[in-house]
């Protein structure tokens, strides 16, 4: 028998269909009431980026929109987050009325039973995709030690987190072979030309719009065959579905890499805009998780 990849478990699929649509649903709630998940002030412990608060782990994909859009639409004060059960382990509790506003998902490998002797040890397990109810740690007493330790070590200015983005982009560029055009008012990814075209740097509002900008090129980069090998057929046909999925990778990834960072990218969330992101996120309501992947992907590999 060949080698076969391990396989989605079947019988949880109508679970797993009920949290994508969770995730759906969490994300356009968010929308709708003019909040951006993936473009906040990224700011503060971790630069901004969701963190389990007991841990000290960054969280990643998805959860860093999912938990973003909670903390911006709740109003929370925090990045932190934990679960009920690590809140009460670390010596903390969940006050009194507070209610869960948030969680995160993630895949579980599971061990299959019964499984003969000489299968192929990929046969042996599959995937299971589950939730994790959470909770803000501003929601929380007795953990108040655990978010000062936190935020003094966080202290970096704006101006170095920008130099340190654009050192990080060039050094991207760099190692790919990737020209970098400067043009008249685009930015874009050239698939054939494998170049970044990028308007000059005086044009943009801040440092931060224009890093923001660098990294969603280069996230499109990155779905060249000689590098992540990114499905990139239909990407310039703007009213293919291929286009649309690549946006939203790269929104993802933009924003990825600006929480990297540090780096504000709080940038033209003008209704207009907002209706866009609606119309995309609904247009890819079924792979919205895999989009976010993707972006992490292409994410860890510019930061390589």
């Given at each position: ?40 002030p990224w700011s503060a412990v971790n630069n901004g980026r969701a963190y389990n608060g007991i841990t000290g782990r960054p969280y990643k994909g998805i ?85 000062e330790e936190a935020e003094v070590k966080a202290l970096v200015p704006d101006s170095e987190k920008v130099v340190d983005a654009l050192a990080a982009f ?135």
């Amino acid at each position: 028998m060949g080698k076969q990849v391990a396989s989605y478990h079947s019988k949880g699929s109508t679970m797993q269909n009920k949290i994508k649509n969770k995730v759906y649903e969490s994300i356009m709630n968010a929308l709708d009431k003019g909040v951006v998940p993936w473009r906040k002030p990224w700011s503060a412990v971790n630069n901004g980026r969701a963190y389990n608060g007991i841990t000290g782990r960054p969280y990643k994909g998805i959860n860093v929109v999912l938990l973003a859009a909670a903390e911006m639409s709740e109003g929370f004060t925090t990045n932190a987050w934990a679960t009920f059960n690590q809140i009460n382990k670390a010596g903390g509790h969940v006050r009194k009325g507070e209610k869960c506003k948030a969680f995160v998902v993630f895949w579980s490998r599971v061990e299959k039973k019964n499984v003969e002797e000489d299968s192929d040890e990929d046969e042996n397990f599959y995937w299971l995709l589950k939730i994790h109810n959470v909770f803000n740690l501003s929601q929380t007493a007795g953990l108040e030690h655990l978010i000062e330790e936190a935020e003094v070590k966080a202290l970096v200015p704006d101006s170095e987190k920008v130099v340190d983005a654009l050192a990080a982009f060039d050094k991207y560029t760099n190692r790919e072979g990737l020209t970098v055009k400067e043009n008249g008012g685009e930015a874009y990814y050239s698939i054939t030309g494998d170049y970044i075209g990028m308007p000059k740097k005086e044009t943009f509002d801040s440092g931060e719009d224009y890093v923001s900008t660098a990294f969603h090129e280069a996230v499109h980069s990155t779905g060249a065959k000689k590098r992540l090998d990114r499905p990139m057929k239909g990407y310039s046909n703007i009213d293919n579905h291929s286009y649309s999925y690549e946006e939203l990778i790269a929104e993802f990834g933009a924003a990825f890499t600006c929480a990297h960072f540090g780096i504000d990218n709080t940038i033209e969330n003008s209704a207009a805009y907002i209706e866009s992101c609606k119309r995309t996120i609904d247009e890819n309501k079924h792979s919205i998780m895999s989009a976010a992947s993707a972006a992490q992907k292409a994410v860890e590999f510019i930061l390589k």
